[in-house]
């Protein structure tokens, strides 16, 4: 391969920063500068929040449905095109997912089909015990209605913002602060990387302490190894926290360029049967991919054509996610919607938007892509 989907994309200090580990030989999964990854995301977001770094984003929404109760036979309510992280913590608890359709306008959670299904469900007596919506492709759910509904029902909201870290709801409001709790993940490929890793979000205190105890392998305090609880191995270790900080230096710089990626693409792919993800206003997207949807009935070419076409080329490009609810795995769980998600499944294209790529390598992506729509059929 030659041109990546995203690719990590460091800074140059990240070896500096895990030098720093090294020399006071915190080569452990607590240590200084897990401390200052945690405060420095914590600063960024610009809230009075609690960070608690994790080894997966997977990890920090396994933990924060733990927190908000869910357990076996209860119901979590899911936006259903996500990747498989953000919802297999779900089966860890033994709960069942039930799906949610994207609203055509933001390509996030319809707020409409939401409100309706929680109406009835509460006059039925089966509320969910979580609502989690994901933050696709770095843009920021609608958040106010979210909120309001979790708040009018009492159900305990998780924003899944593994993919928005950098990205402003209304009002500059960050991505990942909202609800009783957001997850993060520094998987390789997401706008800044630790390697991998993730962090939990919240503004309950208490839901902080109880994570780290839990991510720590639920040690009650003895000097002996003490157990009352469950527990995980899930703390961020402090050398990806090291690689963490060199990489929260550049975050604003990396939205911004993969805003500008997908600026470009869009001015120069804007010809009919293309259609580019909206940004609602009012919202800004960290553009983590760059998303569009080929329709095949207007330009003679479908999805697949292109993604061949640049894969010989040894450019990666990928459908969007599958939805969950079209899954073999999740085969009979209930869906509200009217498809809106599988349109975008079946015509959806996520084109290669890493910071790192040069504009020659988009304008040899933009060229390829725009000769295969010329030759047509
Ligand atoms: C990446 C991602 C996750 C989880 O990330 P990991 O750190 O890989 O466990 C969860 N949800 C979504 C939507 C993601 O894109």
């Known amino acids: 391969?030659?041109?990546?989907?995203?690719?990590?994309?460091?800074?140059?200090?990240?070896?500096?920063?895990?030098?720093?580990?090294?020399?006071?030989?915190?080569?452990?999964?607590?240590?200084?500068?897990?401390?200052?990854?945690?405060?420095?995301?914590?600063?960024?977001?610009?809230?009075?929040?609690?960070?608690?770094?994790?080894?997966?984003?997977?990890?920090?929404?396994?933990?924060?449905?733990?927190?908000?109760?869910?357990?076996?036979?209860?119901?979590?309510?899911?936006?259903?095109?996500?990747?498989?992280?953000?919802?297999?913590?779900?089966?860890?608890?033994?709960?069942?997912?039930?799906?949610f359709d994207l609203s055509a306008a933001s390509w996030t959670i319809d707020t409409d089909i939401l409100a309706e299904e929680l109406a009835k469900a509460a006059k039925e007596n089966r509320l969910p015990k979580a609502i989690v919506p994901t933050d696709l492709y770095g843009q920021s759910v609608d958040l106010d209605p979210l909120e309001a509904l979790a708040a009018q029902y009492g159900v305990r909201l998780i924003l899944d913002s593994a993919e928005s870290l950098g990205a402003a709801y209304l009002d500059g409001r960050k991505a990942g602060t909202g609800g009783d709790a957001a997850i993060l993940s520094f998987n390789g490929n997401k706008i800044i990387t630790t390697s991998g890793g993730g962090m939990l979000v919240t503004r309950h205190k208490?839901?902080?302490?109880?994570?780290?105890?839990?991510?720590?392998?639920?040690?009650?305090?003895?000097?002996?190894?003490?157990?009352?609880?469950?527990?995980?191995?899930?703390?961020?270790?402090?050398?990806?926290?090291?690689?963490?900080?060199?990489?929260?230096?550049?975050?604003?710089?990396?939205?911004?360029?993969?805003?500008?990626?997908?600026a470009r693409y869009q001015s120069a792919l804007s010809r009919p049967g293309l259609t580019f993800m909206p940004e609602p206003d009012g919202r800004h997207s960290t553009r983590w991919l760059t998303a569009l949807i080929i329709d095949p009935e207007v330009t003679g070419v479908t999805r697949e054509d292109i993604r061949l076409m640049l894969l010989e080329h040894q450019i990666e490009s990928r459908p969007l996610w599958k939805p969950m609810h079209i899954q073999p795995l999740y085969a009979g769980a209930p869906y509200h919607g009217s498809g809106v998600d599988e349109g975008l499944f079946a015509h959806g294209l996520c084109l290669p938007s890493g910071s790192d790529m040069s504009d020659a390598q988009q304008d040899e992506v933009i060229d390829r892509v725009t000769a295969r729509l010329d030759q047509g059929r």
């Open 206 to 262: 208490a839901w902080a302490d109880e994570a780290r105890f839990l991510a720590t392998q639920a040690r009650d305090p003895a000097p002996h190894y003490e157990h009352s609880t469950v527990g995980y191995n899930y703390r961020l270790s402090n050398i990806c926290a090291a690689i963490g900080l060199g990489q929260m230096e550049v975050l604003d710089a990396r939205v911004a360029r993969r805003r500008e990626i997908f």
């Open 1 to 99: 391969m030659r041109i990546y989907l995203s690719r990590p994309h460091m800074s140059g200090q990240e070896e500096l920063r895990v030098a720093e580990a090294f020399a006071s030989n915190f080569i452990a999964p607590l240590g200084p500068q897990l401390d200052a990854f945690e405060a420095s995301v914590r600063s960024y977001l610009g809230q009075d929040l609690h960070c608690v770094g994790l080894s997966s984003g997977s990890a920090a929404l396994h933990l924060a449905l733990r927190m908000a109760g869910v357990g076996t036979g209860d119901e979590v309510w899911i936006s259903s095109m996500t990747f498989a992280g953000g919802i297999f913590p779900v089966n860890y608890l033994g709960a069942h997912p039930r799906f």
